[in-house]
């Protein structure tokens, strides 16, 4: 496990679901730059109360930056190409200036 920082900005709607026993959780995706240009995907779940609170509050293409714990993997896209990712279970989140978070 890595811990590391992902700064990107916010790709599709927050997804707020629950557990079997009913805890609350956010799914979210970042596209984040690499330094050679490329886009990569960060697939993000937050658990904490306050974490979950601040992604939902979030829309589409607003700037982020999370903490938390990484795993990097492979996907194949359409045209099976190989592309890296990242999976991060989400610790804190900062909201870049020019996004209101309530």
């Known amino acids: 496990m890595i811990d590391g920082l992902v700064a990107g900005r916010l790709y599709g709607e927050i997804e707020q679901r629950a557990d079997k026993a009913g805890k609350a959780f956010v799914l979210a995706k970042v596209r984040a730059?690499?330094?050679d240009g490329e886009m990569l995907f960060v697939n993000v779940i937050a658990f904490d109360a306050g974490v979950c609170a601040s992604l939902g509050a979030l829309q589409d293409g607003d700037s982020v930056a999370l903490s938390g714990s990484l795993?990097?993997?492979v996907w194949t896209d359409k045209q099976g190409n190989t592309r890296p990712a990242l999976d991060m279970v989400a610790h804190r989140v900062v909201v870049l200036p020019g996004v209101d978070v309530v």
Do not use: F
């Open 33 to 35: 730059s690499t330094a």
């Open 71 to 73: 795993t990097p993997r």
